[in-house]
Protein backbone atom coordinates (compact mmCIF):
# COMPACT_ATOMS: atom_id res chain seq x y z
CA UNK A 1 0.00 0.00 0.00
CA UNK A 2 1.58 2.86 -1.40
CA UNK A 3 2.09 5.96 0.64
CA UNK A 4 1.86 9.47 -0.07
CA UNK A 5 3.49 9.93 -3.51
CA UNK A 6 5.09 13.43 -4.60
CA UNK A 7 7.20 14.42 -7.86
CA UNK A 8 9.28 15.24 -8.59
CA UNK A 9 11.64 15.15 -5.63
CA UNK A 10 14.26 17.91 -6.16
CA UNK A 11 13.42 20.35 -9.01
CA UNK A 12 15.34 23.64 -9.94
CA UNK A 13 13.97 26.52 -11.77
CA UNK A 14 14.89 30.00 -13.06
CA UNK A 15 13.49 32.84 -11.44
CA UNK A 16 10.17 33.70 -13.83
CA UNK A 17 9.69 30.00 -14.38
CA UNK A 18 6.96 27.66 -13.48
CA UNK A 19 6.66 25.04 -11.14
CA UNK A 20 4.33 21.87 -10.73
CA UNK A 21 4.53 19.88 -7.84
CA UNK A 22 2.62 17.00 -8.21
CA UNK A 23 1.08 14.58 -4.70
CA UNK A 24 -1.25 11.52 -5.14
CA UNK A 25 -2.20 10.94 -1.55
CA UNK A 26 -2.88 7.55 -0.02
CA UNK A 27 -5.05 4.75 -1.65
CA UNK A 28 -8.52 5.57 0.30
CA UNK A 29 -7.49 9.22 1.15
CA UNK A 30 -9.50 12.23 -0.60
CA UNK A 31 -8.51 15.22 1.53
CA UNK A 32 -5.04 16.31 0.40
CA UNK A 33 -3.09 19.09 2.54
CA UNK A 34 -0.13 21.35 1.29
CA UNK A 35 2.46 22.50 3.63
CA UNK A 36 5.51 24.09 3.01
CA UNK A 37 8.94 24.21 4.73
CA UNK A 38 11.34 26.63 4.81
CA UNK A 39 14.93 26.07 6.21
CA UNK A 40 14.95 26.94 10.02
CA UNK A 41 10.96 27.43 10.02
CA UNK A 42 7.74 24.98 11.13
CA UNK A 43 5.97 23.52 8.51
CA UNK A 44 3.41 25.81 7.22
CA UNK A 45 -0.25 25.23 5.97
CA UNK A 46 -0.80 26.45 2.77
CA UNK A 47 -4.22 24.85 1.41
CA UNK A 48 -6.59 22.05 1.49
CA UNK A 49 -8.48 20.32 -0.92
CA UNK A 50 -11.22 17.41 -1.48
CA UNK A 51 -11.53 15.97 -4.61
CA UNK A 52 -12.49 18.55 -6.66
CA UNK A 53 -12.75 21.73 -4.20
CA UNK A 54 -10.68 23.83 -2.29
CA UNK A 55 -11.98 23.92 0.89
CA UNK A 56 -9.45 26.24 2.88
CA UNK A 57 -6.41 27.89 0.82
CA UNK A 58 -5.71 30.56 3.56
CA UNK A 59 -1.89 30.19 3.43
CA UNK A 60 -1.55 30.82 -0.29
CA UNK A 61 -0.06 33.72 -1.25
CA UNK A 62 -2.53 35.04 -3.41
CA UNK A 63 -0.62 35.73 -6.41
CA UNK A 64 0.99 32.89 -8.45
CA UNK A 65 0.06 30.29 -6.38
CA UNK A 66 -2.69 28.31 -7.48
CA UNK A 67 -3.57 24.75 -6.26
CA UNK A 68 -6.41 21.89 -7.59
CA UNK A 69 -7.07 18.11 -6.72
CA UNK A 70 -9.12 16.93 -9.65
CA UNK A 71 -11.27 14.32 -9.62
CA UNK A 72 -9.15 12.11 -11.59
CA UNK A 73 -5.36 12.27 -11.00
CA UNK A 74 -3.06 14.22 -8.46
CA UNK A 75 -3.46 16.94 -6.55
CA UNK A 76 -0.92 19.63 -8.16
CA UNK A 77 0.58 22.91 -6.32
CA UNK A 78 1.38 25.61 -9.36
CA UNK A 79 4.05 28.05 -8.99
CA UNK A 80 3.91 30.59 -11.65
CA UNK A 81 6.90 33.16 -12.57
CA UNK A 82 8.69 31.80 -9.37
CA UNK A 83 11.47 33.77 -7.36
CA UNK A 84 14.30 33.40 -5.05
CA UNK A 85 11.91 33.43 -1.63
CA UNK A 86 9.83 30.23 -3.68
CA UNK A 87 12.75 28.09 -2.78
CA UNK A 88 11.62 25.01 -0.27
CA UNK A 89 10.40 22.14 0.45
CA UNK A 90 7.27 21.46 -0.12
CA UNK A 91 5.12 18.61 1.65
CA UNK A 92 1.79 17.00 0.52
CA UNK A 93 -0.36 15.12 3.56
CA UNK A 94 -3.62 13.24 3.12
CA UNK A 95 -5.73 11.74 5.22
CA UNK A 96 -8.87 9.52 4.85
CA UNK A 97 -11.06 12.32 6.54
CA UNK A 98 -10.68 16.07 7.07
CA UNK A 99 -9.52 17.26 10.19
CA UNK A 100 -11.87 18.28 13.19
CA UNK A 101 -12.84 18.12 16.54
CA UNK A 102 -12.60 14.18 16.63
CA UNK A 103 -8.45 15.20 15.00
CA UNK A 104 -6.77 11.92 17.67
CA UNK A 105 -8.61 9.31 15.40
CA UNK A 106 -7.53 11.46 11.90
CA UNK A 107 -3.99 11.23 10.67
CA UNK A 108 -2.07 12.97 8.12
CA UNK A 109 0.29 10.90 6.23
CA UNK A 110 2.93 12.89 4.84
CA UNK A 111 4.99 12.82 1.59
CA UNK A 112 8.62 12.71 1.34
CA UNK A 113 8.55 16.46 -0.37
CA UNK A 114 9.61 18.32 -3.40
CA UNK A 115 12.84 20.54 -3.03
CA UNK A 116 12.27 23.56 -5.09
CA UNK A 117 15.11 25.67 -5.62
CA UNK A 118 14.89 28.64 -7.75
CA UNK A 119 18.29 30.12 -9.28
CA UNK B 1 -2.90 33.18 15.62
CA UNK B 2 -2.00 30.08 17.57
CA UNK B 3 1.79 29.70 17.68
CA UNK B 4 3.44 26.93 19.10
CA UNK B 5 7.27 27.32 20.94
CA UNK B 6 9.53 24.54 20.79
CA UNK B 7 12.50 24.23 23.34
CA UNK B 8 15.42 23.69 23.05
CA UNK B 9 16.05 24.19 18.86
CA UNK B 10 19.24 22.14 19.06
CA UNK B 11 20.32 19.51 21.02
CA UNK B 12 23.25 17.01 21.07
CA UNK B 13 23.82 14.59 23.37
CA UNK B 14 25.98 11.25 23.58
CA UNK B 15 24.39 7.72 23.16
CA UNK B 16 22.64 6.51 26.73
CA UNK B 17 21.60 9.70 28.02
CA UNK B 18 18.04 11.36 28.90
CA UNK B 19 16.47 13.96 27.09
CA UNK B 20 13.64 15.82 27.34
CA UNK B 21 12.29 18.70 24.64
CA UNK B 22 9.21 20.82 24.85
CA UNK B 23 6.08 22.06 23.34
CA UNK B 24 4.27 25.21 24.11
CA UNK B 25 1.75 27.66 23.81
CA UNK B 26 -0.64 30.42 25.19
CA UNK B 27 -3.41 28.43 23.01
CA UNK B 28 -5.23 25.67 24.22
CA UNK B 29 -5.42 22.68 21.42
CA UNK B 30 -7.99 20.30 21.30
CA UNK B 31 -4.94 17.49 20.13
CA UNK B 32 -1.26 17.80 19.72
CA UNK B 33 1.05 15.13 17.84
CA UNK B 34 4.66 14.83 17.87
CA UNK B 35 6.57 14.30 14.15
CA UNK B 36 9.93 13.34 13.58
CA UNK B 37 11.70 14.19 10.31
CA UNK B 38 14.70 12.90 9.02
CA UNK B 39 16.67 15.20 6.80
CA UNK B 40 15.06 14.79 2.69
CA UNK B 41 12.04 13.27 4.18
CA UNK B 42 8.65 14.30 5.39
CA UNK B 43 7.31 13.91 8.77
CA UNK B 44 6.52 10.77 10.47
CA UNK B 45 3.69 10.70 13.08
CA UNK B 46 5.25 9.49 16.38
CA UNK B 47 2.21 9.89 18.45
CA UNK B 48 -1.36 12.19 19.12
CA UNK B 49 -2.63 13.32 22.65
CA UNK B 50 -5.93 13.90 23.59
CA UNK B 51 -6.74 14.56 26.98
CA UNK B 52 -5.56 17.16 28.98
CA UNK B 53 -2.61 15.32 31.55
CA UNK B 54 -1.94 12.35 29.37
CA UNK B 55 0.57 10.54 28.87
CA UNK B 56 1.67 8.01 26.37
CA UNK B 57 4.69 5.63 25.86
CA UNK B 58 6.38 4.69 22.59
CA UNK B 59 9.41 2.41 23.55
CA UNK B 60 11.90 4.77 24.87
CA UNK B 61 9.80 7.69 24.01
CA UNK B 62 7.09 9.18 26.85
CA UNK B 63 4.69 11.85 25.72
CA UNK B 64 3.01 14.23 27.92
CA UNK B 65 0.08 16.47 27.90
CA UNK B 66 -0.33 19.58 29.79
CA UNK B 67 -3.37 19.95 32.00
CA UNK B 68 -4.87 22.76 30.49
CA UNK B 69 -3.76 21.13 26.86
CA UNK B 70 -1.29 24.33 26.48
CA UNK B 71 1.95 22.43 26.40
CA UNK B 72 3.50 19.46 25.84
CA UNK B 73 7.10 17.22 26.04
CA UNK B 74 8.94 14.53 25.10
CA UNK B 75 11.03 12.46 27.01
CA UNK B 76 13.55 10.12 25.12
CA UNK B 77 15.43 7.51 27.93
CA UNK B 78 18.73 6.26 26.95
CA UNK B 79 18.95 7.92 23.76
CA UNK B 80 20.66 6.10 20.47
CA UNK B 81 22.11 7.31 17.12
CA UNK B 82 18.75 6.48 15.62
CA UNK B 83 16.98 8.86 17.29
CA UNK B 84 18.57 11.33 15.44
CA UNK B 85 16.44 13.62 14.10
CA UNK B 86 14.28 16.70 13.68
CA UNK B 87 11.31 16.69 16.07
CA UNK B 88 8.15 18.71 15.59
CA UNK B 89 4.86 18.94 17.91
CA UNK B 90 1.63 20.02 15.79
CA UNK B 91 -1.35 21.40 17.24
CA UNK B 92 -5.24 21.14 16.06
CA UNK B 93 -7.39 23.90 17.78
CA UNK B 94 -10.33 21.64 16.70
CA UNK B 95 -12.26 24.21 14.46
CA UNK B 96 -10.52 24.63 11.36
CA UNK B 97 -8.65 21.86 9.06
CA UNK B 98 -5.15 23.33 9.79
CA UNK B 99 -2.27 21.71 11.95
CA UNK B 100 0.44 24.16 13.39
CA UNK B 101 3.62 23.70 13.85
CA UNK B 102 6.54 24.36 16.30
CA UNK B 103 9.90 24.97 14.15
CA UNK B 104 11.38 21.84 15.74
CA UNK B 105 13.95 20.61 18.18
CA UNK B 106 17.23 19.90 16.25
CA UNK B 107 18.90 16.34 18.21
CA UNK B 108 21.35 14.70 17.41
CA UNK B 109 22.84 11.83 19.29
CA UNK B 110 26.29 11.15 19.19
CA UNK B 111 27.55 7.41 19.36
Known amino acids: NAGVMQNPRHLVRRRGQEARLRCSPMKGHSHVYWYRQLPEEGLKFMVYLQKENIIDESGMPKERFSAEFPKEGPSILRIQQVVRGDSAAYFC?????????????????FGAGSRLTVL | TQLLEQSPQFLSIQEGENLTVYCNSS?????LQWYRQEPGEGPVLLVTVVTGGEVKKLKRLTFQFGDARKDSSLHITAAQPGDTGLYLC???????????FGKGTLLTVNP
Open chain 2, 27 to 31: SVFSS
Open chain 2, 90 to 100: AGHGGSNYKLT
Open chain 1, 93 to 109: ASSPRGLSSNSGANVLT
